[in-house]
């Protein structure tokens, strides 16, 4: 285990200094050794509240979004030729079989397709043990109305398009057919994120502070009265 993760952090470096520089490389070497000791965040909660009639225009021609529930559904989107190993070489710590076991506790990848070139990555947990594999930071959940979404990853050629609004509002659609609920949890400083969950139809519901100390973790959730997009702009 111990080796594992050692290969899979040497690759994140790997990927990080040929696409940034070794610059990028020192600042996060040194802002993941801080917060492995220490590492305190606040997160806001966001719910789909509104009754999906959202108007999205895609900015990317010929897009299209899958939804993955089974790994069946994987291995014939694949078998399709559609490509997902940039998603892969991001994520260092998944391969296809990791997304079949994720797949298999619970959870449903959704990916959004230029033609058969992959532009985005998100997830949505219908169990807890799920909601851990795709987004670490905790907020209640009841697994019997509501479901989780995270884990979602823009490729740099797609990015500043709109493309995780869009995602945001699919998950969200995709829930709402199930008679669910889906939340989310967004860093508070992430102004961006906040803006899409917003123009996606999603509704600040409350939020999370998070600590860490070592190997020891704490988190607290709180009533927040506005969304803190609306209070930035």
């Not at 899979?8 to 520089?21: C, F, N, P, T, V």
């Not at 058969?116 to 799920?130: D, G, H, N, P, R």
């Not at 906040?194 to 139809?201: I, L, N, V």
Request: include cysteine; proline fraction near 3%.
């Amino acid at each position: 285990m111990a080796a594992s993760k050692t290969g899979m952090l040497l690759r994140k470096a790997k990927y990080i200094q040929q696409r940034e520089g070794w610059l990028a490389l020192a600042r996060r070497a040194s802002l993941f050794f801080i917060r492995s000791i220490f590492d305190h965040q606040t997160y806001y909660i966001y719910e789909n509240q509104s009754d999906g009639k959202v108007e999205l225009t895609p900015k990317v021609k010929n897009l299209t979004f899958k939804a993955v529930s089974t790994p069946e559904e994987l291995d014939r989107l694949l078998a399709e030729g559609f490509d997902i190993s940039s998603y892969l070489d991001m994520k260092f710590d998944l391969d296809v079989e990791e997304i079949k076991r994720r797949i298999d506790r619970g959870a449903t990848l959704f990916c959004a397709f230029v033609g058969k070139e992959l532009a985005y990555v998100s997830w949505i947990a219908f169990t807890e043990q799920a909601r851990r594999d795709i987004d670490v930071v905790p907020c209640a959940v009841n697994y019997e109305s509501e479901a989780c979404g995270g884990g979602a990853e823009t490729m740099p050629k797609y990015r500043n398009l709109g493309l995780h609004t869009l995602g945001v509002h699919k998950r969200c659609q995709f829930a709402r057919e199930r008679g669910l609920k889906l939340k989310f949890t967004v860093l508070k400083s992430i102004l961006a994120a906040h803006e899409a969950h917003s123009r996606a139809g999603s509704t600040v519901c409350g939020g999370v502070d998070y600590w860490k100390f070592f190997s020891r973790e704490a988190w607290r959730e709180k009533p927040v009265r506005q969304n803190p997009w609306v209070q930035e702009r």
